[in-house]
């Protein structure tokens, strides 16, 4: 079995160990972390993990510690940290979703896939046309951001990406800098690979997703005098929170982040069967041509 993995929430660390635990170096081996809130109640509740048991969590910090439980109580644990390390998992390019905040448990999967392919940072747009229009510092942001750090830990990320507070795309624009990329169902765009290619060797980008009623025309308008490059994702509707996830990975692809990881161990590959029969079908194809 994988050793359980959680990733620590600042509320789940004493004052004193979350102000240690936010700036990476600090925590040394032999520390002793005492962990409560929801990070307590899935280590002790849910995966019973009791004196002697390791597991592993994300720091605030992003460092990811090896932890040995040194005792229990009613609502806190204290581990040991065994071993400390900085994962190289995170993006090089800092990509910032923005998405038009689509219905309760399709923007729970959002969260939870943009956060699985890397994403930087979440906002929740305020769209004119959105049905869902969450407030700047509302109850569901506590759990996109809950759902963001399990999201990270379960990938073996070691940074949950930042959600951003709702606002519109006025503000969107004014407040995320970068090249931005807008998804926009019509004709007259740019197909998104290609224009993510243009942008290869930025540092952030933003992948803009509108409601399911679509952008209004003052928004495009806005976003383009803003700069903004409008991009399709082919000629099939996709909903939203496909649009956001599918063109996330795209952009991640087309910026070099779908390389497998560096110093992983190899697997030797052999030529696929397809290849081998395409090869067989050529030879007997030349064949017949000798003979025609
Ligand atoms: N109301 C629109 C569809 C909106 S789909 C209609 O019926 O035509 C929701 C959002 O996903 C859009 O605002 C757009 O940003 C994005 N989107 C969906 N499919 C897309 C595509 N093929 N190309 C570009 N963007 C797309």
Do not use: N
Not at 83 to 112: C, I, K, Q
Not at 200 to 209: I, S, T
Not at 256 to 285: F, H, K, S, Y
């Amino acid at each position: 079995m994988r050793m359980p993995r959680v990733a620590l929430a600042p509320s789940d660390l004493s004052d004193a160990a979350a102000a240690r635990a936010a700036a990476p170096g600090p925590v040394a081996p032999g520390a002793r972390i005492r962990i409560g809130g929801d990070a307590f109640q899935h280590l002790a509740r849910v995966l019973r993990l009791s004196r002697g048991d390791r597991f592993a969590a994300v720091a605030p910090s992003g460092e990811e510690w090896q932890l040995t439980v040194r005792s229990v109580a009613g609502d806190y644990l204290v581990a040991e940290v065994t071993e400390v390390a900085v994962p190289e998992v995170e993006a090089g390019v800092a990509v910032t979703l923005v998405a038009a905040v689509p219905r309760a448990e399709r923007m729970d999967w959002l969260v939870e896939k943009a956060t699985e392919l890397g994403v930087r940072e979440i906002l929740p747009l305020r769209a004119e046309r959105c049905v869902m229009r969450p407030e700047p510092g509302g109850g569901r942001l506590a759990r996109w951001e809950r759902l963001a750090r399990a999201a990270t830990a379960q990938s073996g990320r070691v940074r949950p990406p930042r959600l951003l507070p709702a606002c519109s795309l006025t503000e969107a624009l004014a407040s995320c800098p970068g090249p931005w990329l807008l998804a926009l169902e019509r004709a007259g765009t740019v197909g998104l690979p290609a224009a993510v290619s243009r942008f290869k060797g930025c540092r952030r980008l933003v992948w803009a997703v509108g409601p399911e009623g679509g952008w209004t025309a003052a928004e495009v308008g806005t976003a383009i005098a803003a700069g903004a490059v409008a991009v399709s994702l082919g000629p099939r509707i996709l909903r939203v929170e496909t649009a956001a996830v599918a063109g996330l990975a795209v952009v991640m692809a087309a910026l070099g982040e779908m390389a497998p990881p560096r110093g992983a161990e190899g697997v030797a590959q052999a030529a696929p069967p397809w290849e081998r029969t395409a090869a067989a079908a050529a030879v007997a194809d030349d064949d017949l041509g000798g003979r025609a």
